[in-house]
């Protein structure tokens, strides 16, 4: 029903940027909730930061103040700014999407992700 397509990973020196987007299509009206989720090799799929539709946002601690989300609805496209990147932001970043009716980083309340795009930061 919901498509999600992410684009934009790479390699990066430690304190570089990148800008990561997700693609929905389908039935993208649905969707109230998207959210950027990472997985570091041996770890957890973690909640990253989300954007509601109504521009609600929320970040993980440790990518506060240097990563921004932002959403815009005409185009059914999300994005995540991340700034001064550090080794430690290396990981498979996923795009998750849901048509419930609030937002969490919570793996468990999307219905709907993409195939994920690599970061990896150097030192």
């Known amino acids: 029903q919901v498509q999600l397509v992410e684009s934009g990973g790479g390699s990066v020196q430690a304190g570089g940027s990148l800008r990561l987007s997700c693609a929905a299509s389908?039935?993208?009206?649905?969707?109230?909730?998207m959210a950027w989720f990472r997985q570091a090799p041996g770890k957890e799929r973690e909640g990253v930061a989300y954007n509601s539709r109504g521009g609600t946002t929320r970040y993980a601690d440790s990518v506060k103040g240097r990563f921004t989300i932002s959403r815009d609805i005409a185009k059914n496209t999300m994005y995540l700014q991340m700034n001064t990147l550090k080794p430690e932001d290396t990981a498979m970043y996923y795009c998750a999407a849901t048509g419930g009716s609030y937002c969490s980083l919570l793996k468990s309340h999307f219905d709907y992700w993409g195939q994920g795009t690599q970061v990896t930061v150097s030192s």
């Open positions: 389908g039935y993208a009206s649905s969707i109230f909730c």
